[in-house]
């Protein structure tokens, strides 16, 4: 089994910055790809920022947040700088692991909150 924790969200006023952190820990044998994902009330979970490979971001986001990991970690960081109230929503981090039965799976954080106040 694989557990994902998830950190760093809350409150922010519009133009700050918050770093999410995404810990994975289990039955790892490798990370292939990471990737957050965030869903605002009444809309559909989009994506945000991804390694897959290479990386890639929502336009929502390019040159505001940047996506890293640390693999020696089994970690995945989103730093999301110039915050605006439309960055509102739940993040979710997503990570496809290679375990150590060497089954590829999927697997979802729980989510963290982030509201940024204009």
């Known amino acids: 089994q694989v557990q994902l924790a998830e950190s760093g969200g809350g409150l922010v006023q519009a133009g700050g910055s918050l770093r999410l952190s995404c810990a994975a820990s289990?039955?790892?044998?490798?990370?292939?790809?990471v990737g957050w994902y965030r869903q605002a009330p009444g809309k559909q979970r989009e994506l945000v920022a991804a390694?897959?490979?290479?990386?890639n971001y929502a336009d929502s986001v390019k040159g505001r947040f940047t996506i890293s990991r640390d693999n020696a970690k089994n970690t995945v960081y989103l730093q999301m700088n110039s915050l605006k109230p439309e960055d509102t929503a739940v993040y979710y981090c997503?990570?496809?692991?290679?375990?150590?039965?060497?089954?590829?799976?999927?697997?979802w954080g729980q989510g963290t909150q982030v509201t940024v106040s204009s």
């Open positions: 997503n990570v496809q692991v290679l375990t150590t039965t060497f089954i590829r799976n999927n697997y």
């Open positions: 289990g039955s790892i044998f490798s990370i292939d790809a």
């Open positions: 390694i897959r490979g290479s990386t």
